[in-house]
């Protein structure tokens, strides 16, 4: 891989590793840091890109295995909020309705932050970064039995638990 091929097919990729990054590492600096060690690596093995299938999905599992390798070193196991990269206006919004967004979209972060890790992921590569099923299972090493299981089981708990927030008091 050159220089042109990887300014066109590695760098477009670089605001979806720094949400995916940022999701897991909970810390904007950390992120940007992390992300850009993935690009470093990456090209630094350049010569060995070229016989990747999905280089997207590729590079989504080098940047999720070098987050956990910061979060073991640093011992912490939770991720952040992901109110980035879920907000999507189309039109300008009244300051009651931003509002209630907001509060919407803080309970929905609230009740994904409370799923075990795995699910969490997935529920976030999925329903946040719109990745396809055989992308999370490349991304996450996982088979696509279990990441199936786990995203409906963390769509399950999500909903469960906003229906027992927004039916509080009725």
Not at 128 to 148: A, P, R
Request: charged residues 30%; aromatic residues 4%; proline residues 3%.
């Amino acid at each position: 891989m050159d220089l042109g091929a990887f300014q066109t097919r590695v760098l477009p990729l670089k605001n979806k590793l720094l949400r995916f990054s940022l999701r897991l590492l909970e810390d904007r600096v950390e992120a940007e840091d992390n992300v850009q060690e993935v690009l470093i690596k990456i090209w630094d093995i350049r010569e060995k890109v070229d016989h990747v299938q999905n280089l997207e999905a590729w590079c989504m599992r080098v940047t999720r295995n070098m987050a956990l390798d910061r979060i073991r070193s640093r011992q912490r196991k939770s991720a952040g909020p992901i109110e980035e990269g879920m907000l999507v206006t189309t039109n300008l919004p009244s300051p009651q309705e931003t509002a209630e967004l907001r509060e919407s979209m803080t309970r929905v972060a609230q009740c994904i932050a409370a799923l075990p890790e795995k699910q969490r992921q997935i529920i976030h590569l999925r329903d946040v970064e719109g990745y396809s099923y055989q992308e999370i299972c490349d991304i996450l090493e996982l088979d696509m039995n279990q990441v199936k299981v786990n995203l409906f089981r963390a769509r399950n708990a999500v909903r469960e638990k906003l229906a027992k927030i927004n039916a509080y008091g009725l």
